[in-house]
């Protein structure tokens, strides 16, 4: 077996990467940066230059070749090869059958999102939790607050519950499975609301690459508009968040069709850290253009 430094490796997997019709965006958005994820994953190594030298056991160099040939095969999310994602500097447990953490939301929340929010923050929700990342996060960013997440699907729910012990936080994030397109109550109001829901539109879902359709198809579609679920999240926000709380949204693409049906909600669309699009905030106080009813009155 040829003998590798980090940096050698690197560039072999990456030359494979860009020799083969791959699709990005599950925690890289390029060849280079997934053969350094691929490489420095598998080698324990951190992210940072002075490790490029070092030289490489036989042992993962073979393990980084086969996820290599894995990745270019298969088509598959390197996430669900390694069964681990680094999103937000934080190690996740991720699985095949579960949406790859990747949303905006997390890097827009490190922010603090200080003017929107009421002081302190105590009581945080979040929607259509998968894996648990934003919530997770959120409990970071948030060390007083407990957070609540909720999730629909069994198989996310046990990848969720273990993140949450793993990191520690079993006493502060706690699940629930609840189906949001239904009536959801809560013993307490919310500060703070998070939702990451599927809301690929159903033109969008035909022209998906392989390595998205490698996802569930129930985490991402979201009817012919792309607004199936995140319609009926609006809907309830007034019996969920507290007077002065904000609602923190995803939708992607979606976004257009979101203020055709809305168009008297005023939503702001702030610009996202590292890019992306679709994200968008809502305070309780707005939905009384949508409801007519304010959060107090539903109290």
Known sequence: MTAHTV???IETVFEQFEAHDLSYGHGTDNAWDEAVALVLGVAGEADDRSVLERTVSPEHIQRCLQLCHQRVESRLPLAYLTGRC???????AIAPGVIVPRSPIGYLLADHLLAWLPDPVTQILDLCSGSGCLGIIAAQLFPQAQVTLVELDDHAIAIARENIHRLGLDNRVTLRKGDVTKTLSFPQRFDLVLSNPPYVDAADMNQLPPE?????????????????IICPIINQLTNWLTPQGLFIGEVGASAPALMARYPRLPLFWPELPLGGEGVFLLEASGLTFHTGTTVEDAH
């Open 7 to 9: 940096s050698s490796l």
């Open 86 to 92: 680094t999103y937000m500097g934080i190690d996740f």
């Open 212 to 228: 998205y359709l490698a996802e569930p198809h129930a985490g991402l579609a979201a009817g012919q508009d792309g607004l199936s």
